[in-house]
């Protein structure tokens, strides 16, 4: 049985920093972690919310100082992906995370996208790069920084916004979306996770975005969700991620099949696969052990993904035909795509 091939369309590259490359990193850079080994990290990993998480993320970020640190966790993300099955992935970084550490836009910058240049001969994925800003520090801020990418041609398609999402609206970074437009730029933003319906709103209103990460508060709203059905708006669902920050109790009470019920065009994705508790294939094995989706359903979701990458028309034509290949094969007899093999 062969893995669903799918594209990643979100991810957090520093979501990707497995507690093993945390120690290793630490060494090699002469860092001192609270932590006194993998075990006493690993025990850090129970989140009760998104603020919860965000703080151990942010922390670990400590170990990141040179261009190859960078390089080095963006290429064990692209051996795992292609090991998961990912043809395809869109990756966001933090250019925020690392600057307010001292760490130059060039260092880290230069560092992903050095290992994402060769993702496709290397791992056979195709790759891009999106800058996501943080909506808890300030839009002007988020607004120079995009500046200063723009001004050194950094090989970026797009535009993000992440971290805590309540009590920081989309309103609050209409500027930085207008520039990011003007300069052609794709456009995206989380809205969704915790936050209101009327985040969603605000993030297709006023900031004009492509796509909407998570959104599965959008069920709270059936206006909303008659529209994201007609425009057939990407919602990039990360179901580990929802049971791992506390946004659905169990996988079980996940909305995923009720969204994919009301024609929803949703995708699945792994979000920060380091901290969540695993890859694209976990999520789509735990998926598949949850609800019992059939080849028809799974291959939905998989051309979902691929109908809302930013992509050309060839390589969309590619990755479907791939999608349609491994539907016929699975027909009647459905495994999941397995992780067993790469499981830590
Ligand atoms: N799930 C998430 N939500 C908001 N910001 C994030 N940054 C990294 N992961 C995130
Ligand atoms: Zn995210």
Redesign the pocket.
């Known amino acids: 049985m062969s893995l669903l091939p799918t594209a990643e369309l979100?991810l957090?590259i520093?979501?990707t920093l497995e507690p093993e490359l945390i120690l290793a990193l630490a060494e090699r850079n002469g860092i001192e972690l609270p932590y006194a080994n993998l075990e006493d990290l690993r025990a850090q990993y129970q989140f009760t919310d998104?603020q919860s998480?965000?703080n151990l993320?942010y922390e670990n970020m400590a170990v990141l100082q040179t261009e190859q640190d960078f390089a080095d966790m963006t290429r064990a993300y692209l051996r795992r992906a292609a090991a998961a099955g990912v043809r395809h992935a869109e990756v966001?970084m933090?250019p925020q995370a690392h600057l307010s550490r001292g760490i130059t836009l060039e260092t880290c910058v230069n560092g992903v996208a050095s290992a994402l240049a060769t993702s496709e001969e290397q791992f056979g994925v195709s790759t891009e790069l999106i800058a996501?800003f943080?909506?808890d520090e300030p839009a002007e801020e988020a607004l120079a920084v995009l500046e200063n990418l723009l001004a050194m041609d950094a090989p970026i398609i797009g535009i993000g916004l992440?971290?805590?999402?309540v009590g920081n609206p989309p309103r609050d970074f209409v500027a930085l979306y207008e520039r990011a437009h003007a300069a052609g730029l794709k456009c995206i933003a989380?809205a969704g996770?915790?936050g209101p319906p009327e985040y969603i709103r605000e993030a297709l209103d006023l900031l004009k975005v492509a796509r909407i990460?998570?959104g599965i508060r959008c069920l709270e709203d059936e206006n909303l969700v008659e529209r994201l059905v007609e425009d057939q708006t990407p919602l990039t669902v990360?179901p580990l991620?929802n049971v791992r920050?506390r946004t659905v109790d169990t996988l079980t009470d996940h909305p995923l099949p009720q969204m994919l019920e009301r024609g929803l065009n949703v995708s699945v994705n792994s979000?920060?696969p380091a901290?969540f508790g695993g890859y694209m294939d976990e999520n789509f094995n735990q998926l598949q052990g949850t609800f019992a989706f059939d080849a028809n359903q799974l291959a939905q979701l998989a051309r979902n993904s691929v109908r809302s990458a930013f992509i050309t028309d060839a390589r969309r034509r590619e990755l479907l035909a791939e999608i349609g290949a491994w539907q016929i094969e699975s027909r009647g007899r459905l495994e999941v795509p397995t992780s067993a093999d790469h499981r830590r």
């Not at 992440?162 to 999402?165: F, G, K, L, N, Y």
Request: charged share 35%; aromatic share 10%.
């Open positions: 979100h957090h520093e979501g998104l998480f965000l993320y966001m933090d996501a943080l909506r992440d971290s805590a999402e989380h996770e915790e990460d998570h990360c991620s920050l979000d920060d901290y």
